[in-house]
């Protein structure tokens, strides 16, 4: 067995196991460390269906959600599995005077030239009549917004990436990374494995793969979790009939959901609506205060889909504290490279991935990804103030 490796990726969620497979794809010689099972339930990175969009409240994102698609598409075409299912999505905002929120994502779609339509709370409920709204909502639409299958597109990536002679080690904790003259070491129970470049995508448990380095992010963890309801009318939820919606607001005010995929029942939560936790102090009991804020709104808004409770998952959210990813080279090390993903990357998870196998191999990447370096004032200025809605 080699224990010696072109690269070396830390963490196989959904960026790792993108990493994994861009890098492959570029001909290096990976190996993928993973602590736990390829697709466990303690990260960030589970579930049937995650949003995916090209709407986003600023230009950072907006100029990389087109790639989003792209490469999910090269994804979809090796593998010839279906990843992406288009349903449309709406971004609605209870307005008082003008909106907080719904004037940043037009803006910054109106700068990419990204088609939308602006709704009024009329326009939505004859589209769509499962909702219930006051005449003081409003929305955006956007066409081509749908749901990714996170499980499906993570098991895709490290089978493609396994095809091309990627090593995957699961059940493997790193106990510690140290660089050294021409690359670095990674070592675990078993073994010390010695890299050129180094990528890791360890979402909680970021700072403690950190801890060598002289790097310590100010990360936030918290426990979030999502809810499947069955509804009594399955057609009207469809997704050929329901789009993907994200209720914007403040805290403990922003919602979002999607329509039946996965199981038969929709899927809904609250955005940073859980408590903060660390990796090991997590549970996998659902927050009953979370459970009843979600109640409230679907009941309130949405009451269609407020039916019988199949089940409620847990989840952790890493959030930086402008909410922002980080996707970088960490200072003084540019053999290693660092994404984190701030609680809602998986949408960008395989153009993410490409962006770390760009700065792995080449040192730099084709997009355009300034915003989420570590040297920006988030990260650096200790008096900065977390804001964690956008």
Same mark, same amino acid.
């Given at each position: 067995?080699?224990?010696?490796y ?10 790792g ?63 010839g ?9 709406? #971004?609605?905002? !209870? @307005? +008082?005077?003008a909106?907080?929120y719904?004037? &940043?994502? =037009?803006? *910054?779609? $109106?700068?990419? %030239? ?5 709704l ?7 589209r ?15 066409? #081509?917004?749908? !749901? @990714? +299958?996170?499980?499906?597109?993570n098991?895709? &990536?490290? =089978?493609? *990436?396994? $095809?091309?002679? %990627? ?18 070491e ?63 607001g ?25 408590d ?80 770390l ?10 997009y355009?990804i ?21």
């Amino acid at each position: 067995m080699s224990t010696s490796y072109d690269v070396i990726v830390i963490g196989c969620g959904g960026i790792g196991s993108a990493a994994t497979y861009w890098l492959s794809r570029a001909g290096a010689a990976v190996l993928a460390i993973e602590q736990f099972a390829l697709g466990h339930e303690r990260g960030e990175s589970q579930d049937h269906s995650r949003i995916v969009r090209l709407a986003y409240h600023a230009p950072a994102y907006t100029a990389l959600t087109r790639h989003t698609f792209s490469a999910w598409r090269t994804i979809e075409e090796e593998s010839g599995l279906q990843l992406v299912v288009r349903t449309g999505g709406l #971004d609605l905002e !209870l @307005v +008082d005077g003008a909106p907080r929120y719904l004037n &940043h994502y =037009a803006a *910054a779609m $109106a700068t990419a %030239a990204i088609p939308f339509e602006t709704l009024s709370a009329a326009e939505v409920m004859a589209r769509w009549p499962q909702f219930q709204l006051p005449e003081s909502v409003e929305a955006l639409y956007q066409a #081509d917004a749908g !749901l @990714v +299958d996170a499980r499906r597109a993570n098991a895709a &990536h490290i =089978a493609l *990436a396994r $095809a091309r002679g %990627a090593t995957i080690r699961t059940g493997t904790p790193v106990r510690a990374v140290c660089p050294v003259p021409g690359g670095i070491e990674v070592a675990t129970d078993e073994h010390t494995y010695r890299a050129e470049r180094l990528v890791i995508t360890a979402g909680p448990w970021s700072n403690r793969v950190l801890q060598n380095i002289g790097l310590r992010l100010p990360l936030t963890i918290t426990q979030e979790q999502v809810t499947y309801f069955q509804p009594t009318d399955l057609r009207a939820f469809a997704p050929e009939r329901f789009p993907i919606w994200i209720w914007h607001g403040d805290a403990r005010d922003c919602f979002y959901g999607l329509p039946v995929y996965g199981e038969v029942a929709i899927k809904a939560g609250q955005d940073v609506g859980g408590d903060v936790v660390t990796a090991d102090t997590r549970t996998f009991e659902p927050n009953p205060r979370a459970d009843a804020d979600l109640r409230r709104f679907l009941g309130r808004y949405l009451p269609g889909a407020l039916g019988l409770e199949l089940y409620t998952r847990t989840c952790l959210y890493t959030l930086t504290p402008d909410r922002d990813f980080v996707i970088d080279t960490v200072p003084g090390h540019p053999q290693i490279s660092l994404a984190v993903g701030a609680g809602h990357a998986f949408k960008f998870a395989g153009l993410i991935g490409r962006i770390l196998s760009q700065l792995a191999l080449d040192g730099h990447s084709a997009y355009p990804i300034a915003a989420f370096r570590l040297d920006r004032p988030a990260l650096t200025d200790p008096s900065y103030q977390p804001a964690f809605m956008v």
